[in-house]
């Protein structure tokens, strides 16, 4: 566990706070990808 | 990622999607193409020019790729294409007649653990499918989807409802379920390619369109959970009409490298000949937004007719 | 608990993309949200995401430990991992 922490902490720059977010999942399927059936060959 | 701003295409360092049309030959002449495949592409890429966009794939971590043609497995070195994406764990759809599969492609395809292959069959019988697919043979493309079920390749069948085969639509998804796919297509023929040129005789009418979307959402709830039913109820200028908005992350390569924003559109936004797949996917950011592409799609949709024009490429960046 | 074999993920600027290729269905993520998920493929317990992430944000347990419940949750009701 730490070293997943301390591998974290050095891939993030020194002048980058580990601010807290809520972690939040969006469903952007419509909007990004391609209808299947429009885009068939 | 701020909630209150939905992530667009602009956000994403490359595409998460390629449809690739990997060659324009085709064993068939099917009345609906939207590629008016048949004959080989001039200056179509080579195989090391094929291997550079593959390893550019990979590079840029593009999660999934689907292979049409043409007729993909007419292909020479398909499956080596293959098999690079998936020791590089890039998800794969293969988009075929079916016409080629034997127990041993089968089976190589099985071993590719893909993420599906893809067969067009437009009948629930011979009949409609072989008036539509002008050489093709419906035998051939429903023993595909039962070689390829019976190795365990995920398998999906894709229908193109015209005035030959509309009436087929609730038989042809029991067909499907009867073979065990994994789901199956279908959406308003597109006015594109050699459809565009056949409208006419196989455009249906809105009656017929009506009668089809009753059988498919009976059919949605029939499978549901069993089957894939899928289904887009709307045609290509309401897709356009939205892709203005909203491109979507993915890039259409054709045989000879070029890169068009969206089948329907005659829009090239790149070269992979000349380009790297990156630089390509920058200019198709900014392309949707060119005047000469929202005139095109305006002039579209008071004339459809233009749809036609879907292959004849008119080059964005010189 | 992981990724099921479809799903593929992407690192992004604003996070991470998560891809069911299977369902061709898109989402997309925050860093918060990307850190959970890469725990989760390190096959990492929701106890220990919640230790290890309170460490690394400098947030106590309990402080977050909601916020990734949640969202492990739905990862879960979108059907993209699984136990």
């Known amino acids: ?41 | 990622m701020d909630k209150n701003n939905i992530i667009n295409i602009n956000d994403l360092e490359a595409p998460l999607f390629i449809a690739w049309q990997i060659n324009a030959e085709c064993n068939l002449g099917c009345l609906h193409c939207c590629e008016e495949a048949g004959h080989s592409m001039p200056d179509k890429l080579s195989r090391d020019e094929t291997f550079k966009v593959l390893e550019q794939i990979v590079a840029l971590k593009i999660p999934y790729v689907a292979f049409s043609g043409g007729e993909p497995l007419l292909h020479p070195y398909i499956f080596e294409m293959c098999e690079f994406l998936r020791k590089n764990s890039i998800d794969l759809k293969i988009e075929t007649n079916g016409e080629y599969i034997d127990e041993k492609k089968a089976e190589r395809f099985a071993s590719l653990n893909l993420r599906s292959v893809q067969i067009s069959l437009d009948g629930a019988t011979s009949v409609a499918h072989e008036k539509l697919r002008l050489g093709g043979n419906w035998n051939k493309a429903t023993n595909a989807c039962k070689l390829l079920k019976s190795k365990g390749v995920n398998t999906e069948i894709v229908f193109v409802p015209t005035k030959f085969n509309i009436h087929e639509i609730g038989q042809i998804i029991d067909f499907a379920y009867s073979l065990g796919v994994y789901g199956i297509y279908t959406g308003k023929i597109m006015r594109i390619g050699r459809a565009a040129q056949n409208w006419d005789i196989l455009c249906p009418s809105d009656e017929e369109y009506k009668e089809f979307f009753t059988t498919l959402n009976e059919k949605l709830k029939q499978y549901d959970g069993k089957m894939k039913v899928y289904f887009y109820p709307y045609d290509v200028l309401e897709e356009l009409k939205y892709r203005r908005m909203s491109p979507a992350a993915s890039l259409l390569v054709i045989p000879n490298g070029k890169v068009k924003l969206i089948g329907p559109l005659p829009f090239v936004c790149g070269n992979l000949k000349k380009q790297t797949l990156k630089q390509v996917w920058e200019n198709y950011k900014i392309s949707w937004q060119k005047p000469q592409v929202q005139e095109f799609i305006d002039r579209l949709i008071k004339e459809p007719k233009l749809l036609a024009e879907s292959n004849k490429w008119v080059e964005l960046f010189h | 608990m992981k990724l099921k074999k479809f799903v593929k993920t992407r690192d992004e600027k604003f996070g991470e993309v998560i891809f069911d290729t299977l369902k061709e269905k898109v989402f997309v993520t925050n860093e918060t949200g990307k850190d959970i998920v890469d725990l989760l493929q390190q096959g990492y317990s929701s106890e220990n995401i919640v230790r290890s992430l309170s460490d690394l944000y400098n947030k106590e347990p309990a402080e977050i430990q909601n916020d990734i419940l949640s969202f492990i949750d739905s990862l879960k009701n979108n059907s993209l991992i699984e136990v």
């Open chain 1, 1 to 41: 566990m730490k070293k997943f922490v301390e591998k974290k902490n050095m891939q993030k720059q020194e002048n980058q706070k580990h601010e807290w977010k809520k972690p939040e999942l969006e469903d952007v399927s419509e909007k990004i990808m391609a209808q299947p059936y429009i885009r068939f060959t």
